[in-house]
C-alpha cells in the first residue's frame, strides 16, 4: 500500500511543462500571415491557427515525413496540423507509398 | 469513507503545474483539493480485495463469451473476432484497467469497468500522492500505481517484440496526452526503448502490409490510448487485420469485450452471488429501478435513469446505436450533494490505487472532479 518515498519521472514533467509556457507574444499577436508547405511539391498556404500556437507547435508542427534508403535517413517533406491540404498536395515517391490519417476521429477518449 | 473539507494549497495551481497537470481547469475546476476522501485501512483492504476478486471474474467472463461467440451482443464485427481470440489464447500484453464502483454503506457494486482506455491514471498516480506529500506526509493512499506501472512495463519487455515502443492517443487534447506521456514516461523506467506518435500520424504503407512512423519505421509494438470500437469504425481499421507485422497492441484486441457494457449482463448471468455485481440485463422490463446505458459510451453520455420506470435523470450524447443494457441503480454516496464514484486500477493483474470523482449530478460526467484521498 505504501508508496516508495521518492517518485522519478523522467519524460512527462519537462515535456508538459513546455506546454504551458506562454507563447511568444510576436507570433501569437501578429496580423501578418505565416506562409508554409509541406515540401518543395505542393504550393504555399496560410499557416492555420489551431488554438495553441506558442510551445504547443513543439508537438504539433513540422513533423517530418521520409524513409531509409540504403542505410540513410532521407526526409521527404512534413506533415503538420498548421498546414492546409492544398499545401500538402503534391507529389513524391513517399507520399504516394503511405497513406495516414485512418485513425483519429474523436475529441478525447476521457473515461 | 468520509468528505473532509480542507483549505486548498495556496499555491496549488503551480504546484500541480510543476507535475505537467495541465487541464487541472476548464471552464470549470477538475483537480478538486477543497476537500479530501478518508478512508479507513479496513475499507481499503476491502476495495483492494474486492478489485483482485472482479479481475478474476472478468477474465472467466471473456472466456465464457468466446466459447458461447457472443460477440453478437457486444456489437464486434465479425473480421475482428479471429484478432480478438489470438490476442487472448496468446496471451498478448495488457496493463492496465479502472473499475468503477459505488461505495455505500459499505457495500462495494460494480458500475463499470474501464477496460481499454481509462483515464485519469495520472492524477491518480502522481498529483493525488505529491498533494499528500504536502498535506500530510504522516498519511498513506491507496495507490501504487505508479510503481506497479513500471514494474510492469519492465515484465512485459519480453513479451514485446525487441523493437521500439509506441504510444499514441488523439493529437488536440491536453488529458490524453498527459495520460499517454504518463504511461511511456514508466515505460522508460522499466527499460523500454519508446516513441510518441499522434494516432492520425500512424500510416499504412499498403504495398508492404504493415503500420509505419512518420519516418516510414515499422511500428511492431503500440500502446494506444484510442478506443479499439474507434479504430474498426472506418475501413483503415480493417488494416489491422491484415498487418504483416501481427503487431502488438496494447490494451490488446480482447479488452473490447471488458471494456463494452455488455459485459455487466454477463457478469451478472454468470455470477449472481457476487457481492460486487449488480442485477443487469440485456432486455428493459427486468427492472424498475435501473440505470439505462448504451454498450458503448464515454464520460457519461446517453445515460437513462429510471425509478418507477420514470425517467429521473439523463443525458444527452452520440452513442446508443450499438444497443443498450440495462442494470439495476445503485445510488453513489453522497457527501453534501457531492456523489463520489471510486475508480479502482488493476495493474499487471493487481489491484494498485485508487482515484475519486465527484458530481454534483447522479450521472459521473465529464463534468466531475478528481478529489484527493489518504488513509486515517
Redesign the interface.
Same mark, same amino acid.
Given at each position: 500500500m505504501k508508496k516508495s518515498k521518492y517518485i522519478e519521472l523522467v519524460l512527462i514533467t519537462a515535456a508538459l511543462a513546455s506546454c504551458h509556457q506562454p507563447g511568444n507574444k510576436d507570433w501569437e499577436s501578429g496580423n501578418g500571415h505565416t506562409y508554409i508547405r509541406s515540401d518543395s511539391t505542393a504550393p504555399y498556404s496560410p499557416m492555420r491557427r489551431n488554438g495553441y500556437g506558442g510551445a504547443r507547435m513543439w508537438y504539433y508542427a513540422f513533423r517530418p515525413y521520409g524513409n531509409y534508403n540504403n542505410g540513410y535517413y532521407e526526409r521527404a517533406g512534413y506533415y503538420s496540423d498548421a498546414i492546409h491540404e492544398s499545401a500538402n498536395i503534391g507529389s513524391n515517391s513517399f507520399k504516394g507509398s503511405v497513406v495516414r490519417g485512418g485513425f483519429g476521429g474523436g475529441f478525447s477518449v476521457s473515461s | 469513507m468520509e468528505r473532509i473539507t480542507i483549505q486548498p494549497r495556496n499555491n496549488w495551481q503551480s504546484a500541480v503545474?510543476?507535475?505537467?497537470?495541465?487541464f487541472h481547469t476548464t471552464n470549470i475546476p477538475y483537480w478538486d483539493e477543497s476537500a479530501y476522501y478518508s478512508f479507513t485501512m479496513p475499507e481499503?483492504l476491502k476495495l483492494e480485495k474486492a478489485t483482485a476478486e472482479l479481475w478474476d471474474l472478468c477474465l472467466g467472463a471473456v472466456q465464457h463469451v468466446m466459447d458461447n461467440n457472443l460477440y453478437q451482443q457486444f456489437g464486434i464485427p465479425e473480421y475482428i473476432i479471429p484478432l480478438i481470440e489470438k490476442s487472448w489464447t496468446e496471451d498478448h500484453p495488457a496493463i492496465y484497467g479502472?473499475f468503477d464502483f459505488s461505495y455505500k454503506n459499505g457495500d462495494i457494486k460494480l458500475l463499470e469497468f474501464?477496460a481499454d482506455?481509462?483515464?485519469?491514471l *495520472?492524477e491518480a498516480g502522481?498529483v493525488q %500522492?505529491?498533494w499528500l506529500q504536502d498535506f500530510d506526509k504522516s498519511k498513506?493512499?491507496?495507490?501504487?500505481i505508479?510503481?506497479k506501472l513500471i514494474a510492469y512495463w519492465r515484465y512485459l519487455k519480453q513479451y514485446l517484440y525487441d523493437d521500439t515502443l509506441y504510444f499514441t492517443?488523439?493529437?488536440?487534447?491536453?488529458?490524453?496526452?498527459?495520460n499517454t506521456? *504518463?504511461m511511456?514516461?514508466c515505460a +522508460?523506467?522499466g527499460g523500454l526503448e519508446t516513441e510518441l506518435i499522434?494516432?492520425?500520424?500512424?500510416? %499504412?504503407?499498403?504495398?508492404r502490409e504493415v503500420f509505419?512512423d +512518420?519516418?516510414?519505421?515499422d511500428i511492431k509494438n503500440i500502446f494506444k490510448? *484510442?478506443?479499439w470500437e %474507434?479504430?474498426l469504425?472506418?475501413?483503415?481499421?480493417k488494416?489491422i487485420a491484415a498487418d504483416k507485422n501481427k503487431s502488438l497492441w496494447v490494451e490488446p484486441a480482447w479488452k473490447m469485450i471488458l471494456s463494452n457494457k455488455a459485459i455487466l449482463p454477463i457478469l451478472w448471468q454468470l455470477y449472481p452471488q457476487c457481492p460486487y455485481i449488480l442485477p443487469a440485463y440485456f432486455e428493459a422490463d427486468r427492472l424498475t429501478d435501473y440505470v439505462k446505458k448504451p454498450i458503448l459510451s464515454?464520460?457519461g453520455a446517453n445515460i437513462d435513469i429510471i425509478q418507477n420506470n420514470l425517467s429521473i435523470e439523463k443525458t444527452e450524447g452520440e452513442y446508443g446505436k450499438e444497443g443498450f443494457i440495462y442494470q439495476q441503480l445503485c445510488s453513489l454516496p453522497e457527501f453534501n450533494g457531492n456523489h463520489a464514484v471510486i475508480g479502482s486500477w488493476v495493474i499487471g493483474q493487481q489491484p494498485a490505487g485508487m482515484g475519486i470523482r465527484e458530481s454534483t449530478s447522479l450521472i459521473t460526467n465529464?463534468t466531475s472532479r478528481f478529489v484527493p484521498h489518504l488513509?486515517d
Open positions: - | 503545474e510543476k507535475l505537467g497537470f495541465g481499503v479502472r474501464n482506455t481509462p483515464t485519469s *495520472y502522481i %500522492w505529491f498513506d493512499q491507496f495507490n501504487s505508479h510503481e492517443c488523439l493529437k488536440e487534447t491536453l488529458e490524453d496526452l498527459t506521456e *504518463y511511456r514516461d +522508460m523506467q499522434f494516432i492520425d500520424d500512424i500510416g %499504412w504503407d499498403a504495398s509505419v +512518420m519516418k516510414e519505421k490510448l *484510442y478506443p %474507434w479504430m469504425k472506418d475501413d483503415f481499421g488494416n464515454r464520460e465529464n488513509i
